[in-house]
């Protein structure tokens, strides 16, 4: 099982980009989905995630105020709208799905998810 995101590119700084994520195999209503990114020579981080069950969002202190994540569950996608973005924010984004709902400690831990995305590169530079 294969997650999909897309959206990625090329963005000014201080203009707004929005990722997707989706899976034709996988009910993503049901599971928890979190937003990572890596950039390069870092370690991947955990962006932004979203309950299975209710509407309770976590995001991380670098991107709070900046982006939002959100559910369209008719579609069963999951979106990660970014604004006033930063050269700093230039990654590989990820989405992620968990079987199991991680807690505030661990949702921005790789280890808590069960299903990976392929990634999509998202650059901020003028």
């Known amino acids: 099982v294969q997650l999909q995101a897309y959206g990625g590119g090329l963005v000014q700084p201080g203009q707004s980009l929005t990722l997707s994520c989706a899976s034709p195999?996988?009910?993503?209503?049901?599971?928890?989905v979190t937003w990572f990114r890596q950039a390069a020579g870092k370690k991947r981080e955990g962006v932004a995630y979203?309950?299975?069950?209710?509407?309770?969002?976590w995001h991380a202190n670098s991107v709070k105020g900046r982006f939002t994540i959100s559910r369209d569950r008719a579609k069963n996608t999951v979106s990660l709208e970014m604004i006033k973005m930063k050269p700093e924010d230039t990654a590989v984004y990820y989405c992620?799905?968990?079987?199991?709902?991680?807690?505030?400690?661990?949702?921005?831990?790789?280890?808590?998810?069960?299903?990976w995305g392929q990634g999509t590169q998202v650059t901020v530079s003028s």
């Open positions: 992620a799905a968990a079987n199991m709902n991680p807690s505030y400690a661990t949702w921005a831990e790789e280890k808590s998810y069960d299903y």
């Open positions: 195999g996988v009910t993503l209503n049901l599971l928890a």
């Open positions: 979203t309950s299975p069950h209710d509407a309770t969002t």
